[in-house]
């Protein structure tokens, strides 16, 4: 590191991509010690450090990467920070070709391992600290637990494995140690996110244990809610079913990317199941975990996907009937296995007409889900509070960052100054295709 020690030094990490690189950029900021004072992401003050946490997985992502970095160095070359350092995905994939492009960053590292990064600022890592975490988002109730890295799968489209390399787990007994520091300051939602949760505990201790890990995470005290992301369709764990269904601190929520429906584009992006096995495992979801709210993501425009493929995600859509679904168009990923065995020859404006074609049909499903709720009473738990004085919720039926909110009105004489992070009651009086509006009981 070229600038002088004069202790502390004011460092700022900026995080782009998923979840999983914001808690990446947490343990990483745990570390460091009376070294330095970590200024808020939002903060526009002059730092001695900035660290940019990339996101390298589709071609949007890169480019706003890429447009980070840029912004950075220009705060460099107006004074407002001294060293600019990039780590993360678009770094580990694109390392060899990035210093020379953009010469202005001081240092760049990968997504795999943080040491040497630590190290160039000049902090011995320490096993036992990087199991704490320094909050960057969410709101102070919420905090994602990270409980594996890597992926072992090789579906076609995606460059996540060859980015952060084979499935590693967790041990459960340091996920359990870092979520009971979580809960002692203020955690009370946990949000289990990996490139596969489902997988969890397979390389360890050689079957699946997320519904073991789940049970061990419901015993922390403090900790309420336990929702689960990122589920790969294929060998579901019944187990896990059962701990949706019965432990009353797991979240009737589950994210489960499905990507398509149809037997052969499911065949072409390398999932290891088909259109059958998917219907069935919705049904499944349904039946024993009555109440179950459902985020899925789709791709449009994936080789393979005709107009009769397409016709057929847009009926299977709309009779699962998700409650939260995201789309977004293929894009070809260099080094890929679609990259290397398919043709990209969907057109890009076909592309964007389906896409915009399942979206406005999700449009209908998401606000009739919606209206449903009008005059129930749900517990929620309040994230932050609106100008205004309105309360920024959710329920256990939305997860932070990608889901609608609830918007709670408050009477006069209530200080909502001490509520974020805590649970209320409220009832439900309004909706829209997004949000909720509600009425503090």
């Known amino acids: 590191m070229k600038l002088k020690k004069n202790s502390p030094l004011k460092l700022r990490a900026v995080t782009l991509g998923c979840s999983k690189n914001r808690v990446d950029t947490e343990h990483l900021l745990s570390q460091l010690g009376g070294d330095f004072v970590v200024v808020p992401e939002i903060s526009s003050e002059a730092v001695d450090i900035l660290l940019v946490n990339t996101c390298g997985f589709i071609g949007d992502a890169k480019q706003e990467s890429i447009d980070a970095i840029l912004e950075a160095v220009e705060l460099k070359k107006q004074g407002l920070v001294g060293e600019l350092v990039v780590f993360g995905c678009l770094s580990q994939r694109y390392g060899s070709e990035l210093p020379s492009l953009i010469p202005e960053v001081d240092a760049w590292f990968g997504a795999r391992d943080f040491d040497p990064l630590l190290r160039y600022l000049g ?92 049970q061990k995470l419901s015993d922390i005290p403090g900790i309420e809610w336990i929702r689960i992301h990122y ?47 998917t219907r069935h495992l919705i049904s499944e979801l349904r039946s024993r975990v009555p109440g179950v709210v459902l985020r899925t993501t789709m791709i449009v425009g994936h080789p393979g996907e005709g107009p009769e493929e397409f016709e057929e995600l847009l009926a299977f859509c709309r009779e699962a009937g998700f409650e939260r679904l995201g789309a977004f168009t293929y894009s070809e990923e260099e080094g890929t296995y679609g990259a290397a065995h398919f043709k990209d020859d ?24 919606n209206k449903s709720r009008v005059g129930s009473v749900e517990r929620v738990m309040v994230d932050s509070v609106a100008p205004g004085g309105k309360l920024v919720c959710r329920s256990q039926y939305e997860s932070p960052d990608v889901d609608g909110e609830i918007i709670v009105s408050v009477p006069e004489g209530i200080d909502c100054a001490s509520l974020p992070g805590k649970f209320i009651q409220v009832r439900i009086t309004g909706a829209d295709l997004y949000d909720l509006e509600a009425e503090l009981i």
């Open 346 to 369: 969907v057109p890009e404006e076909v592309k964007q007409k389906r896409l915009d074609l399942l979206m406005q049909q999700q449009a209908d499903i998401s606000l009739a889900f």
């Open 231 to 277: 589920s790969y369709p294929a060998d579901f764990p019944e187990d896990v079913l059962e701990e949706m269904a019965t432990n009353p601190k797991v979240c009737k929520y589950l994210d489960i990317p499905l990507q398509h429906i149809s037997d052969l584009v499911l065949s072409n992006m390398r999932r290891h199941v088909d259109g059958a096995w």
């Open 123 to 214: 902090v011995e890592p320490d096993a036992c600290r990087s199991r704490k975490r320094v909050p960057t988002d969410c709101g102070p109730g919420t905090a994602y637990l990270k409980i594996a890295e890597g992926c072992d799968r090789r579906c076609s489209y995606c460059a996540i494995p060859f980015i952060r390399g084979a499935h590693r787990s967790v041990p459960m007994e340091e996920l359990v140690e870092e979520a009971t520091n979580l809960a002692a300051m203020g955690v009370r939602e946990l949000v289990l996110i990996a490139q596969d949760t489902t997988y969890y505990g397979l390389d360890l201790y050689k079957k699946r244990c997320l519904a073991s890990l789940i």
